[in-house]
């Protein structure tokens, strides 16, 4: 079983940072995609940020590419999301996920997901 555990939300003003953190349980880690996700009451979980297993492609959704940055250290078996310049509409719970298969934006393309880490931003 594969278990990811983020770290790192929390409170922050309107223009700050956050970096959230992502620790995967599986010696394999280097195999897999990962990616980030983002939630908000009564709304479907929407892509944030993906990254391929080497560390050398990544996407983003378009509201928050140039702010936001996804990383991965395959030694560590952690994958990052560095968050700039938050605005209020950037607020939802983070969730990490993974997968051995491909390089995906859907929810449906991930088989493994951490609990969620809340992102609060103020105006």
């Known amino acids: 079983q594969v278990q990811l555990v983020e770290s790192g939300g929390g409170l922050v003003q309107a223009g700050g940072s956050l970096r959230l953190s992502c620790v995967v349980s599986r010696r394999t880690f280097s195999h897999y995609t990962a990616g980030w996700f983002r939630q908000t009451p009564g709304k479907e979980r929407e892509f944030v940020a993906t990254?391929?297993?080497?560390?050398?492609?990544?996407s983003y959704k378009d509201s928050v590419e140039g702010r936001f940055t996804i990383s991965r250290n395959n030694a560590k078996n952690t994958v990052y999301l560095q968050m700039n310049s938050l605005t209020p509409e950037d607020t939802a719970v983070y969730y990490c996920?993974?997968?051995?298969?491909?390089?995906?934006?859907?929810?449906?393309?991930?088989?493994?997901w951490g609990q969620g880490t809340q992102v609060t931003v103020s105006s």
């Open positions: 996920a993974a997968d051995i298969h491909g390089f995906g934006s859907e929810p449906y393309e991930y088989e493994y």
């Open positions: 990254i391929n297993w080497s560390g050398d492609n990544t």
